[in-house]
């Protein structure tokens, strides 16, 4: 704790009056939930890192979860609420290391939707952090927003916060996000207004206060940012109001612990420290040492929580999207333990650390520990492979770059190292520049960019909402109303047409030809999600038909994606919407199936089995579980076996709608990392299986017909698949099966249940015709050897050969020169022979010919350079090759000039 953070000592903060020294950052989150609660907020719980919003990766802020509510969209379960937020940024990964970055962190908020405004938030921050925090008022300072004088009146007169102490910037520092109204993004936002402390006051006031509040980061902190949501950007960039003005704030939960337990950084309080602690034990390292061992250790901290809680909520390390970024923050932290001399696998013996840290706030990273810590190890392990290659490559490219004098890394060097070695381009720079380098990101960012092109070559058929992100999606919403399914309990119905969206534009209609999306009132058509696959179907009014090739749902929008397939489709019309029965009822097999696997998987291997994926298609189902080794053909037979029993027993397929609380008590399986409303839909199938799920089922099990698995593999680090087929699905594998033994039997001419036993009879035959070929092989090299022995010339008292032989094959080359020396006692051979436009010579000296001085590498070395090649070897024995077949003749004679040279 003696560090000094920024260079001044972190002691002389106990001069104030902070009198919480010793809360922790448990205690403070507890405090913050309790202080709301009494300002009539409801608790609700931390969302998913995951969120439920395509425009987002990761879950950035307290606010992620709520917009729905902040456009009126959705309506929340109270006006008030107050959250501790779980969050992940990595716009600064690169800060991380330094006193105050972080990747992972805890955002504590307090929200209202159309209740209390500015006034009150204002004020309730006050009362928090001086009556309940007990931070000394005098060095409490605020910024708001260049012309709020609504907020800034309530910190002058009410408040009562001197004039100088409440600066007004602009909309880089005092808007949310920063910047909105000039530079987006769309969506709503609203001006802000942060809450500062004074960690200097001894310096007396600063000259220019705006200046200082905006830049001096490390004198005036920032704790809290109050944000007044109250516009929505839309497309150009125009505010309008929201339907209600809201709350949405956001105080640093490991920054405040930092400044109550008067910690030089973040990571020396109870939210890192346990952690760096254990770090010092595994490695035999000390913080504080030198700063390369301190930056590493804050680093690894860092990214062990982050990573940690993103494996938690479901997230798996890969190339892409989070799955990356995953990857990166493990193999940054992995670089870190390197660094500070830890060679073995460093990352998951931390994992129960942060279990244990977060054992009440969160408590499910406890009870995945040992899945969490099962992923982070693969990972590393798999990491450790790659690292050596990888860094041993880029080695080399530094010190050519460094000869040739060049500063920088090729974007080529990057993208290789990136797609062959796993590198992060970022991992590659850092390790650069270490060198005095820079790596070209440019340059590996349009090799990237090719390398998307192409894989996108096949999808992007409809331009759509989806594309067009949140503010798309909130146009959308305004236009038309929810969605009424009808799809649980049929496929065909009368609708009406809300909406038709021709290149992501309302249009009036749409004539043949055209791709379109549709939003119809009601519809019997599922919209892909939970794995299940979107139907496909048509719908048609009295002026045309369209043919529908997929659904999905934007915010409770159902999406027709589809083509006018004749005539046109008008805006009002009224129209039959029905779904293509038979492909329906194929994915419905799969999905009760994918149910009947779920339970027998977690019956035979465990009850850690956990869903990680699935797909329900009409073709097959593939499911992705949770699970350490390859599953035995034993367990898969059971398993297929056990599915089956369930199918023949014709159990029906209960669905209910209930309250979360009850299905969980009933002990309905929920999906990891998924969300879930006050009411679910539970999917029973007897006593066999429970689970919260919104697809479509059969009635009964029998429906399923045949249960077939066809794989099982490895996916991803501890992941496996499998894929499985039913009903029509399965009658198709097993008449391709049939197919395939039909054509193996008439081609071993056999009736096909003797197919094996003509199988075995084919092997005998082939053992026998390939000993007898062995033995003419035999025959005849004995026979080249006795042809090549009388072709040897004698030489001063030795034989020489130097021969063309048709042997192609190195070892029986070397064999036949062997076989020729001892047959001819003393002598020198050289054999040579040319296939695939190469030249092979091999070179035997007997042992009283090298001790006159006679030298096989050189001789062979002789031929070699006439036939184009180079080689050489051992005076007594030696190989060469050469590129030119047609100077084999003449490579043949130099080495017997040279051995007569010698002699003369
Ligand atoms: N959304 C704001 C922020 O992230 C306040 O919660 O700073």
Redesign the pocket.
């Known amino acids: 704790y003696a560090l000094k953070r920024n260079g001044y000592n972190a002691h002389e903060l106990s001069e104030g009056s902070i009198a919480l020294r010793n809360m922790t950052g448990k205690e403070l989150r507890k405090k913050y939930i309790e202080f709301f609660e009494s300002k009539g907020c409801l608790h609700l719980p931390s969302d998913s890192l995951v969120p439920d919003d395509p425009s987002l990766l990761f879950t950035?802020?307290?606010?992620v979860q709520f917009k729905p509510y902040f456009i009126g969209a959705e309506t929340p379960p109270r006006a008030r609420v107050v959250t501790a937020q779980k969050?992940l940024r990595t716009d600064d990964i690169d800060e991380v290391g330094d006193a105050v970055h972080h990747t992972f962190f805890e955002?504590m908020?307090n929200f209202s939707f159309g209740d209390y405004f500015k006034r009150e938030a204002i004020l309730w921050a006050w009362e928090f952090l001086t009556d309940w925090l007990h931070l000394p008022q005098d060095r409490i300072w605020t910024s708001v927003y260049l012309d709020d004088d609504e907020a800034a009146q309530v910190w002058l007169h009410e408040v009562g916060l001197p004039p100088e102490r409440v600066v007004r910037l602009g909309e880089d520092k005092n808007y949310?996000?920063a910047n909105a109204p000039s530079r987006g993004p769309n969506g709503p936002c609203g001006p802000?207004n942060e809450i500062f402390l004074d960690m200097r006051p001894e310096l007396g006031p600063p000259d220019d206060p705006p200046d200082a509040i905006a830049h001096d980061s490390n004198r005036f902190v920032e704790m809290w940012?109050?944000?007044f949501?109250q516009f929505l950007r839309g497309e150009g960039g125009e505010l309008t109001p929201l339907p209600t003005k809201n709350i949405?704030?956001?105080?640093g939960l490991e920054r405040v612990t930092a400044i109550l337990q008067e910690a030089p950084s973040d990571y020396e309080t109870d939210l890192f420290w346990p952690l760096i602690q254990k770090m010092e034990k595994l490695a035999g390292v000390k913080y504080g040492s030198n700063e390369a061992t301190t930056t590493a250790l804050r680093t690894i901290a860092d990214h062990v929580r982050g990573a940690v809680f993103c494996i938690g909520d479901g997230v798996m390390p890969s190339n892409v999207k989070r799955g990356y970024v995953l990857r990166r923050m493990i193999r940054r932290a992995a670089i870190k333990a390197r660094q500070i001399g830890y060679e073995g696998l460093f990352l998951h013996g931390l994992a129960p650390t942060v279990a244990e840290m977060f054992e009440d706030a969160y408590p499910d990273v406890a009870n995945r520990l040992s899945f969490i810590t099962n992923v982070l190890r693969s990972e590393e392990e798999k990491f450790q492979k790659t690292l050596s290659g990888g860094i041993h490559r880029l080695e080399e490219e530094i010190r050519t770059a460094q000869a040739s004098e060049s500063e920088t890394i090729g974007g080529a060097v990057v993208f290789t190292l990136y797609d062959t070695y796993g590198f992060p381009s970022e991992l590659t720079d850092e390790l650069s520049r270490a060198e005095g380098l820079r790596a070209d990101l440019d340059g590996f960012e349009r090799l990237m960019e090719e390398q998307r092109a192409r894989a996108r070559q096949s999808g992007g058929m409809f331009a759509d909402v989806f594309s067009g992100g949140e503010t798309s999606i909130a146009n959308l919403q305004k236009a038309v109303n929810k969605t009424e399914f009808l799809g649980y309990d049929t496929i065909d119905a009368q609708a009406k047409v809300l909406a038709i969206l021709h290149n992501g534009e309302m249009v009036e209609a749409a004539q043949e030809g055209e791709q379109i999306q549709i939003v119809l009132d009601r519809t019997p058509f599922y919209a892909e999600s939970g794995g299940q696959i979107g139907d496909f179907g048509h719908i048609s009014s009295e002026s045309g038909v369209v043919n529908v090739v997929d659904t999905r749902k934007a915010a409770d929008i159902w999406l027709h994606d589809a083509v006018v397939a004749s005539g046109e489709i008008r805006l009002d019309q009224n129209v039959e919407a029905s779904v293509q029965g038979e492909r329906r009822i194929a994915i419905m097999r799969n999905h009760t199936a994918t149910h009947l696997l779920h339970a027998a998987l977690r019956k035979h291997l465990g009850e850690h089995v956990t869903q990680a994926g699935s797909l329900v298609a009409p073709d097959r189902l593939r499911f992705d579980f949770t699970h350490f080794q390859a599953v035995t053909p034993q367990e898969l037979r059971a398993i297929e076996n056990e599915v089956n029993r369930h199918i023949l027993a014709d159990i029906p397929v209960t669905k209910k709608v209930m309250p979360l609380d009850e299905a969980r008590s009933r002990g309905a399986m929920a999906l990891f990392g998924e969300k879930y409303g006050a009411e679910v839909r539970t999917v029973t199938i007897g006593d066999v299986s429970m689970e919260l799920c919104g697809g479509t089922h059969l009635e009964r099990t029998a429906e399923v017909g045949l249960f077939k698995i066809l794989s099982e593999a490895s996916v991803a680090a501890g992941v496996r698949r499998i894929e499985a087929v039913t009903g029509q699905g399965s009658l198709e594998y097993v008449h391709t099966l049939e197919d395939r033994l039909r054509e193996i039997a008439s081609r071993l001419q056999a009736p096909q249940a003797e197919a094996v036993q003509a199988i075995d009879r084919l092997q005998i035959t082939l053992r026998d015709m390939q000993q007898k070929l062995s033995a003419i092989q035999g025959k005849s090299s004995q026979e080249e050897a006795t042809q090549l022995a009388s072709s040897a010339v004698q030489v001063d008292g030795f034989k020489a050969i130097c021969a063309q032989t048709q042997i192609t094959d190195a070892n029986a080359m070397s064999a036949l020169a062997d076989q020729l020396a001892a047959r001819l006692k003393s002598a020198i051979v050289v054999l040579g022979s040319a296939s695939d436009g190469k030249v092979m010579l091999v070179s035997k000296v007997t042992q009283d010919l090298v001790d006159r001085g006679f030298h096989a590498g050189n001789i062979v070395k002789v031929a070699a350079q006439e036939a184009g090649g180079g080689g050489g070897g051992r005076p007594d024995f030696a190989k060469a090759g050469g590129k030119n077949p047609a100077k084999l003749a003449s490579a043949l004679e130099k080495a017997l000039e040279m051995i007569r040279k010698k002699v003369d």
């Open positions: 950035s802020a307290g606010m969050c955002m908020g949310w996000p802000c940012n109050l944000v949501m949405d704030t956001g105080l």
